[in-house]
């Protein structure tokens, strides 16, 4: 359909990161491996997917935008000092880079299904500890609070990777 091409065609090329994904999986013949990754599903069930991982990779990157700019203020407002208000944001991309060396083992071991729940209940938990921090008034659990969101982030960014493995080329 035009929603399934355009999604397709926005977010994925055959020569972009998911054949790149693709590839480090499965590292034999990869020269002459074509890529094929597709799973086949009913015309309904695909663009119902397609809508729901558009929905979580919308939603992701609106969390992304509102903790980068809302951590380091609500830090800023429980006292830490204007120099290290911004660490907030550090803790948050240390958690997306520590998931992203692990995420390749979570997927693999588990499958994508655990690993998105895993990077859900991560974000989850980072935000009911930034809501605990800032009803407590407690500055170092926003640290934490960026840090957990940050490993929800990491996990959240193969999103676009599922999607091009349900959609037919």
């Not at 990779?57 to 609106?62: C, E, H, I």
């Not at 407002?77 to 991309?93: I, Q, Y």
């Not at 935000?127 to 605990?132: E, K, L, M, P, Y």
């Not at 800032?134 to 929800?152: K, M, P, R, Y």
């Amino acid at each position: 359909t035009d929603v399934q091409f355009l999604f397709r065609t926005v977010f994925f090329s055959r020569g972009g990161s998911g054949f790149l994904l693709d590839l480090v999986r499965n590292p034999i013949n990869r020269r002459e491996k074509q890529y094929n990754s597709t799973v086949p599903m009913a015309p309904f069930a695909e663009t119902l997917a397609l809508c729901t991982l558009a929905l979580c990779w919308a939603a992701t990157l609106s969390a992304s935008a509102l903790s980068f700019t809302v951590a380091p203020l609500a830090a800023q407002n429980l006292g830490v000092s204007d120099t290290l208000a911004p660490f907030t944001n550090s803790m948050f991309l240390i958690g997306m880079a520590m998931i992203a060396a692990l995420s390749v083992f979570l997927f693999d071991k588990c499958g994508r299904r655990v690993g998105f729940a895993s990077g859900a209940a991560m974000g989850a938990v980072g935000g009911a500890i930034g809501v605990i921090a800032v009803l407590h008034e407690s500055s170092a659990l926003i640290f934490v609070s960026s840090f957990f969101v940050g490993i929800a982030q990491g996990l959240a960014q193969f999103y676009r990777f599922a999607a091009l493995e349900i959609t037919a080329p």
